[in-house]
């Protein structure tokens, strides 16, 4: 790992207490690293600085100096330089730390801009909190409680203003709840790269909105919602769906691609309604794709697989097993790994491969990047299977993909997000090596991880000539053709790993139970298995949950040996990427990423 | 005392019979002499002038000419710009557009001069959307000074060129305000900018080190370098220097525009004598001396200000000199020259309706307290001219006010609870009364809605 430039620090003294920071930190942040609260709406740390709301009004002084001489002037009741107080109060989000800079959050004047601006946000505010979706994360509420003056004195008529407003396939506005803040409009500028949202008409009038002719589509339109402190902005997805704070939160990570944004999947009785970015400021800052914020609708979808099959009729897993072993007994077996599975399933599918003397395959599923969060490699666990073996050099790639990829390609991040999904669809490959053993008669077995080999360019002939053992979530033309289907779990039903892009391993949990509300247990009939104690079970290991498999990881690879499932933090931890630096890595630049140079 | 002759400098050639403003008539009088001589003179010493003479700005905030343009960013290595703020859209403020009309020669003179100064080489003409005949023969002096080489390539045979653009606003006051200019004229809303760090003078337009000043203001540098900033400085009185177009509209007997050396006229003077006094049978009630954001006076109060020497005088409205200092020093301010004068026909619940209104009209949106304050004031002296008054909201008015003043991104902030604040400060017995007062006025409901 190679440590960070330290970076200049200033002193500065908040309501009395002195603290180092880096040089140019805003008065907010500044604060928040001595516990104190600076209330802001307009302020992002990931977006320009707009000033509007008004809110972070702070008092503050600089030390004084001699304009002549510049020596310092003392204060001779304290001792200590003497500090001129700015009577006019500034704003704290367009503050930065100077030297000796003195800032005063406590005082009777800073109460009352506090509180003058609280009440002029809401003089025109309809105050629906019951039937708001933001209630119990809206920032109208929180600072309406902390710093409000706790009545109203405005007896006039309210304006009104349009409150069903659909600015794009996935958000609604309500423009009466809006404060103006401007923090969709400058996401969409300076993030998204598609400048559609804006104000017309001036004054207390003013509303948000499109440009005519134009929608909040692209596939990061979500974020605003993210980021609207109240509840003007609204997904279309989970409006009126669930109170917020019935919700339980468990970290995750999109899988969508090797960037891995770190996320929070929000659920209730093993019901999920919604994914929202979780900040990582080295991986996807506070963002992430619409797209994927749907992934969690795969969990309850018609064709999820629920039930064992062996030869076409319900089974049991220790009859699974058995049958799938016995199909390898002679050998001519081969494992098809997935970039899909974690790198605890990536570990033991190669367990698995090295006790049954099998190849191992992995399919390659690359796609054009967006070069915001999604990169090219749509599989967010490759680099995975190289740390722990599962594979030594990259699956190969269509050469007409790979040309595709090499020409620079326009910013998918603004294209509207149907667009750019099908435009971006990942092309499948990997398996010619796979296909032509099949065809050589020398692969009789293969055991698929979750990896529909149709898709990934086996032909029906190809399949009708082997046996096929399918573990997986979905059906797909591969579990219809094979003899032992064994259903397994999605990445919101289980714990594990991946290692991104960047080399970074970053952990996902358990936010629901399998498909069914039946326990992972290994007798179930019904219902899907843990992958991991299927895995173990055809490996013959004894070593089916995250944690034993962790001592066994740590054990065997040196990558991770001072590591264990516990302690990776929740940010991630990067691993040393120096051995594979001479792959073919199909990732562009995105955030935070910059491919090395080839 | 009687009034002193009006000095005029800036407005010598406005309504002079037979002036017309074509580069012929302007050069006739001795126009582009003075651009000639800036050109043989290194720009520091201009600026240096200018410094000398104290020029303060005549736009509204009043501050030092000089002192801005030894701001500018100089070592940047970006371009530097001059944008003129012809926007004049502060209620009571007509001066500029006469200059625009009657002789633009003399404001591209001006310009020339301060872009030579300050190695300008493009300048930018802010015309509000409503002057399009202003901005019309703006264009068209352009044209004519750009053909006699005083504008554009290579002017007056040195290596030096400048151009000057006219842009026409789209209507809106907040466009006066510098930065909220320099995002229209950079094609956007104009929302103004935060500052910190957005000084024009270090990032202004595109970014860019940029002056920006008023009409009047550049027409001042013309005669500063024609007679020398010391001579310049010994018109008007010491910190108050030159001269200044002073605008009188109400309820007097002669309104309209009056040149003089600052402060070296009263109001009494301005009002009594100039302006011929009140309409007859009427007597003055306030006055609202630099433009409708200004705090307004009231006729019989007085002020007790501190003289150099540590002794103090007390001046009645009718003593105080038209200069910067003196009127800052009674709780108002110089401004735009705007000067409005309300009779005792004018309840002053129902004039503060009408600059609510204006205000809430235009404040821009951005910042919590204008946007919403504004308005909210609005409804509340809407409410009690035409609905039901309480006596109380006198005191609501003021509170609304003081919590918007001081705490916005710019000085429309000021400009909007300024007018509240002093309206309640020196009338609150009349807002006090105006429940009953409408009760016993014939119709109940005074004023046409706003
Ligand atoms: C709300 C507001 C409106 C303004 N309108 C004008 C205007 O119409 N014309 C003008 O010259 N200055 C106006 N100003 C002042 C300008 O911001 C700026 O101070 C001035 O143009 C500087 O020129 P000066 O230094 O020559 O006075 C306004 C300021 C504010 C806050
Ligand atoms: S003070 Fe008013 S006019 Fe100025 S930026 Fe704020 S809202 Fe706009
Ligand atoms: S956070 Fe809105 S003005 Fe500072």
């Given at each position: 790992?190679?440590?960070?430039?330290?970076?200049?620090?200033?002193?500065?003294?908040?309501?009395?207490?002195?603290?180092?920071?880096?040089?140019?930190?805003?008065?907010?942040?500044?604060?928040?690293?001595?516990?104190?609260?600076?209330?802001?709406?307009?302020?992002?740390?990931?977006?320009?600085?707009?000033?509007?709301?008004?809110?972070?009004?702070?008092?503050?002084?600089?030390?004084?100096?001699?304009?002549?001489?510049?020596?310092?002037?003392?204060?001779?009741?304290?001792?200590?330089?003497?500090?001129?107080?700015?009577?006019?109060?500034?704003?704290?989000?367009?503050?930065?730390?100077?030297?000796?800079?003195?800032?005063?959050?406590?005082?009777?004047?800073?109460?009352?801009?506090?509180?003058?601006?609280?009440?002029?946000?809401?003089?025109?505010?309809?105050?629906?909190?019951?039937?708001?979706?933001?209630?119990?994360?809206?920032?109208?509420?929180?600072?309406?409680?902390?710093?409000?003056?706790?009545?109203?004195?405005?007896?006039?008529?309210?304006?009104?203003?349009?409150?069903?407003?659909?600015?794009?396939?996935?958000?609604?506005?309500?423009?009466?709840?809006?404060?103006?803040?401007?923090?969709?409009?400058?996401?969409?500028?300076?993030?998204?790269?598609?400048?559609?949202?804006?104000?017309?008409?001036?004054?207390?009038?003013?509303?948000?909105?499109?440009?005519?002719?134009?929608?909040?589509?692209?596939?990061?339109?979500?974020?605003?919602?993210?980021?609207?402190?109240?509840?003007?902005?609204?997904?279309?997805?989970?409006?009126?769906?669930?109170?917020?704070?019935?919700?339980?939160?468990?970290?995750?990570?999109?899988?969508?691609?090797?960037?891995?944004?770190?996320?929070?999947?929000?659920?209730?009785?093993?019901?999920?309604?919604?994914?929202?970015?979780?900040?990582?400021?080295?991986?996807?800052?506070?963002?992430?794709?619409?797209?994927?914020?749907?992934?969690?609708?795969?969990?309850?979808?018609?064709?999820?697989?629920?039930?064992?099959?062996?030869?076409?009729?319900?089974?049991?897993?220790?009859?699974?097993?058995?049958?799938?072993?016995?199909?390898?007994?002679?050998?001519?077996?081969?494992?098809?790994?997935?970039?899909?599975?974690?790198?605890?399933?990536?570990?033991?599918?190669?367990?698995?491969?090295?006790?049954?003397?099998?190849?191992?395959?992995?399919?390659?599923?690359?796609?054009?990047?967006?070069?915001?969060?999604?990169?090219?490699?749509?599989?967010?666990?490759?680099?995975?299977?190289?740390?722990?073996?599962?594979?030594?050099?990259?699956?190969?790639?269509?050469?007409?993909?790979?040309?595709?990829?090499?020409?620079?390609?326009?910013?998918?991040?603004?294209?509207?997000?149907?667009?750019?999904?099908?435009?971006?669809?990942?092309?499948?490959?990997?398996?010619?090596?796979?296909?032509?053993?099949?065809?050589?008669?020398?692969?009789?077995?293969?055991?698929?991880?979750?990896?529909?080999?149709?898709?990934?360019?086996?032909?029906?002939?190809?399949?009708?000539?082997?046996?096929?053992?399918?573990?997986?979530?979905?059906?797909?033309?591969?579990?219809?053709?094979?003899?032992?289907?064994?259903?397994?779990?999605?990445?919101?039903?289980?714990?594990?790993?991946?290692?991104?892009?960047?080399?970074?391993?970053?952990?996902?949990?358990?936010?629901?139970?399998?498909?069914?509300?039946?326990?992972?247990?290994?007798?179930?009939?019904?219902?899907?298995?843990?992958?991991?104690?299927?895995?173990?079970?055809?490996?013959?290991?004894?070593?089916?949950?995250?944690?034993?498999?962790?001592?066994?990881?740590?054990?065997?690879?040196?990558?991770?040996?001072?590591?264990?499932?516990?302690?990776?933090?929740?940010?991630?931890?990067?691993?040393?990427?120096?051995?594979?630096?001479?792959?073919?890595?199909?990732?562009?630049?995105?955030?935070?990423?910059?491919?090395?140079?080839? | 005392?009687?009034?002193?002759?009006?000095?005029?400098?800036?407005?010598?050639?406005?309504?002079?019979?037979?002036?017309?403003?074509?580069?012929?008539?302007?050069?006739?009088?001795?126009?582009?002499?003075?651009?000639?001589?800036?050109?043989?003179?290194?720009?520091?010493?201009?600026?240096?002038?200018?410094?000398?003479?104290?020029?303060?700005?005549?736009?509204?905030?009043?501050?030092?000419?000089?002192?801005?343009?030894?701001?500018?960013?100089?070592?940047?290595?970006?371009?530097?710009?001059?944008?003129?703020?012809?926007?004049?859209?502060?209620?009571?403020?007509?001066?500029?557009?006469?200059?625009?009309?009657?002789?633009?020669?003399?404001?591209?003179?001006?310009?020339?001069?301060?872009?030579?100064?300050?190695?300008?080489?493009?300048?930018?003409?802010?015309?509000?959307?409503?002057?399009?005949?202003?901005?019309?023969?703006?264009?068209?002096?352009?044209?004519?000074?750009?053909?006699?080489?005083?504008?554009?390539?290579?002017?007056?045979?040195?290596?030096?060129?400048?151009?000057?653009?006219?842009?026409?606003?789209?209507?809106?006051?907040?466009?006066?305000?510098?930065?909220?200019?320099?995002?229209?004229?950079?094609?956007?809303?104009?929302?103004?900018?935060?500052?910190?760090?957005?000084?024009?003078?270090?990032?202004?337009?595109?970014?860019?080190?940029?002056?920006?000043?008023?009409?009047?203001?550049?027409?001042?540098?013309?005669?500063?370098?024609?007679?020398?900033?010391?001579?310049?400085?010994?018109?008007?009185?010491?910190?108050?220097?030159?001269?200044?177009?002073?605008?009188?509209?109400?309820?007097?007997?002669?309104?309209?525009?009056?040149?003089?050396?600052?402060?070296?006229?009263?109001?009494?003077?301005?009002?009594?004598e100039v302006c011929g006094g009140p309409l007859p049978g009427r007597k003055f009630k306030a006055v609202i001396p630099g433009g409708s954001s200004s705090k307004i006076l009231r006729f019989g109060e007085t002020f007790t200000l501190k003289n150099k020497d540590g002794s103090s005088r007390t001046l009645t409205i009718e003593d105080i000199p038209m200069d910067f200092d003196t009127l800052a020093?009674?709780?108002?301010?110089?401004?735009?020259?705007?000067?409005?004068?309300?009779?005792?026909?004018?309840?002053?619940?129902?004039?503060?309706?009408?600059?609510?209104?204006?205000?809430?009209?235009?404040?821009?949106?951005?910042?919590?307290?204008?946007?919403?304050?504004?308005?909210?004031?609005?409804?509340?002296?809407?409410?009690?001219?035409?609905?039901?008054?309480?006596?109380?909201?006198?005191?609501?008015?003021?509170?609304?006010?003081?919590?918007?003043?001081?705490?916005?991104?710019?000085?429309?902030?000021?400009?909007?609870?300024?007018?509240?604040?002093?309206?309640?400060?020196?009338?609150?017995?009349?807002?006090?009364?105006?429940?009953?007062?409408?009760?016993?006025?014939?119709?109940?409901?005074?004023?046409?809605?706003?």
């Amino acid at each position: 790992m190679i440590a960070p430039p330290k970076p200049d620090l200033v002193t500065v003294n908040i309501d009395g207490k002195d603290i180092a920071v880096p040089k140019g930190t805003n008065v907010i942040e500044a604060a928040r690293l001595i516990g104190v609260d600076v209330p802001h709406y307009c302020y992002h740390p990931k977006l320009t600085i707009s000033g509007n709301c008004r809110m972070c009004l702070i008092e503050m002084g600089n030390p004084a100096v001699d304009p002549a001489t510049k020596a310092p002037i003392m204060d001779p009741a304290t001792g200590k330089q003497k500090i001129n107080w700015i009577p006019r109060p500034q704003i704290g989000c367009a503050t930065n730390a100077s030297p000796g800079l003195h800032i005063r959050t406590n005082t009777p004047q800073i109460k009352d801009c506090r509180e003058g601006v609280m009440e002029f946000l809401l003089v025109n505010h309809p105050l629906d909190c019951p039937i708001c979706d933001q209630a119990g994360e809206c920032k109208l509420q929180e600072q309406a409680t902390g710093y409000g003056r706790g009545y109203s004195r405005f007896i006039e008529q309210k304006n009104v203003k349009p409150k069903r407003t659909q600015l794009g396939p996935r958000v609604m506005l309500d423009d009466e709840r809006c404060v103006l803040c401007s923090r969709c409009i400058r996401f969409s500028k300076e993030i998204a790269k598609d400048d559609v949202l804006g104000f017309i008409d001036r004054g207390s009038y003013s509303t948000l909105t499109c440009y005519p002719g134009k929608k909040l589509e692209n596939n990061y339109s979500l974020n605003t919602v993210d980021i609207c402190p109240v509840g003007a902005l609204t997904s279309t997805d989970f409006r009126f769906k669930m109170r917020v704070w019935f919700l339980k939160q468990t970290n995750s990570i999109d899988t969508e691609s090797s960037v891995g944004a770190n996320t929070v999947v929000w659920s209730r009785e093993g019901q999920i309604y919604r994914i929202t970015p979780r900040r990582n400021d080295d991986v996807n800052d506070t963002w992430m794709a619409d797209s994927g914020r749907e992934l969690y609708k795969q969990v309850r979808s018609a064709d999820r697989l629920t039930t064992i099959k062996v030869n076409g009729a319900d089974s049991a897993l220790d009859i699974a097993i058995n049958t799938a072993l016995q199909l390898a007994k002679d050998g001519g077996v081969a494992v098809v790994g997935s970039g899909r599975s974690s790198v605890e399933e990536q570990f033991l599918t190669k367990k698995l491969a090295d006790a049954l003397k099998a190849s191992t395959h992995l399919v390659s599923r690359v796609g054009q990047g967006d070069k915001l969060l999604i990169s090219a490699d749509r599989n967010p666990n490759v680099r995975g299977a190289l740390v722990v073996g599962l594979i030594s050099t990259m699956p190969e790639v269509g050469p007409a993909l790979r040309a595709g990829l090499s020409s620079s390609v326009h910013s998918l991040a603004s294209q509207p997000s149907t667009q750019a999904g099908s435009e971006s669809r990942p092309h499948l490959s990997g398996l010619t090596d796979l296909a032509a053993a099949i065809d050589a008669g020398q692969v009789k077995t293969v055991i698929s991880i979750g990896e529909d080999l149709a898709a990934a360019g086996l032909t029906a002939a190809q399949l009708g000539k082997i046996s096929i053992v399918y573990l997986g979530t979905h059906a797909n033309a591969t579990s219809a053709a094979a003899k032992v289907v064994i259903p397994t779990l999605s990445v919101f039903e289980k714990n594990g790993t991946f290692v991104n892009q960047q080399f970074r391993i970053q952990k996902f949990a358990k936010a629901v139970p399998g498909p069914a509300g039946l326990p992972a247990e290994a007798s179930a009939k019904a219902g899907a298995t843990d992958d991991l104690i299927v895995l173990a079970g055809l490996a013959n290991i004894a070593a089916s949950d995250v944690a034993a498999v962790w001592k066994l990881l740590a054990a065997e690879v040196p990558a991770l040996g001072t590591m264990s499932y516990a302690n990776i933090p929740e940010t991630g931890l990067l691993l040393d990427a120096t051995p594979f630096a001479a792959l073919p890595f199909a990732e562009g630049e995105t955030l935070h990423f910059k491919p090395a140079k080839s | 005392m009687a009034a002193p002759e009006q000095r005029r400098i800036i407005f010598q050639h406005i309504d002079a019979p037979g002036y017309s403003n074509d580069l012929a008539c302007y050069v006739k009088h001795g126009g582009y002499e003075i651009l000639k001589k800036a050109v043989a003179m290194p720009p520091a010493a201009i600026i240096d002038e200018v410094k000398k003479s104290g020029l303060r700005g005549r736009g509204g905030a009043g501050f030092g000419c000089g002192l801005k343009w030894s701001l500018v960013d100089r070592k940047s290595g970006k371009p530097i710009y001059l944008v003129v703020n012809a926007d004049e859209s502060e209620p009571g403020t007509f001066k500029d557009r006469y200059i625009i009309h009657q002789d633009p020669h003399q404001l591209i003179e001006g310009i020339m001069v301060t872009c030579w100064a300050n190695n300008v080489k493009q300048a930018y003409i802010y015309i509000r959307g409503e002057m399009p005949h202003g901005a019309r023969i703006l264009e068209q002096a352009i044209a004519e000074a750009r053909a006699a080489n005083f504008v554009g390539p290579n002017i007056l045979g040195t290596s030096y060129s400048c151009e000057i653009y006219v842009h026409r606003g789209a209507g809106a006051y907040i466009c006066g305000e510098e930065t909220g200019l320099i995002e229209s004229l950079e094609g956007k809303r104009p929302y103004p900018r935060i500052k910190p760090p957005y000084f024009p003078a270090v990032l202004g337009l595109y970014q860019c080190p940029t002056i920006v000043n008023n009409v009047e203001t550049l027409c001042h540098v013309k005669h500063i370098v024609d007679m020398g900033g010391d001579n310049y400085a010994k018109i008007g009185t010491p910190n108050n220097t030159g001269t200044r177009i002073l605008c009188v509209s109400g309820h007097v007997q002669r309104p309209g525009y009056y040149e003089y050396e600052v402060g070296k006229i009263t109001m009494g003077q301005l009002l009594n004598e100039v302006c011929g006094g009140p309409l007859p049978g009427r007597k003055f009630k306030a006055v609202i001396p630099g433009g409708s954001s200004s705090k307004i006076l009231r006729f019989g109060e007085t002020f007790t200000l501190k003289n150099k020497d540590g002794s103090s005088r007390t001046l009645t409205i009718e003593d105080i000199p038209m200069d910067f200092d003196t009127l800052a020093a009674c709780g108002t301010m110089g401004g735009s020259g705007g000067v409005i004068v309300m009779d005792d026909s004018v309840n002053m619940v129902e004039a503060l309706a009408n600059l609510n209104a204006f205000y809430a009209h235009e404040s821009c949106g951005q910042c919590t307290p204008c946007r919403e304050g504004s308005l909210w004031m609005k409804k509340i002296t809407t409410r009690m001219v035409h609905a039901n008054a309480r006596a109380e909201d006198g005191q609501l008015l003021k509170s609304v006010a003081d919590q918007i003043a001081g705490r916005t991104v710019c000085a429309f902030g000021e400009a909007c609870s300024w007018p509240t604040q002093s309206f309640v400060a020196k009338f609150g017995d009349e807002f006090k009364a105006y429940p009953e007062t409408k009760k016993q006025s014939k119709n109940g409901d005074a004023l046409e809605l706003v």
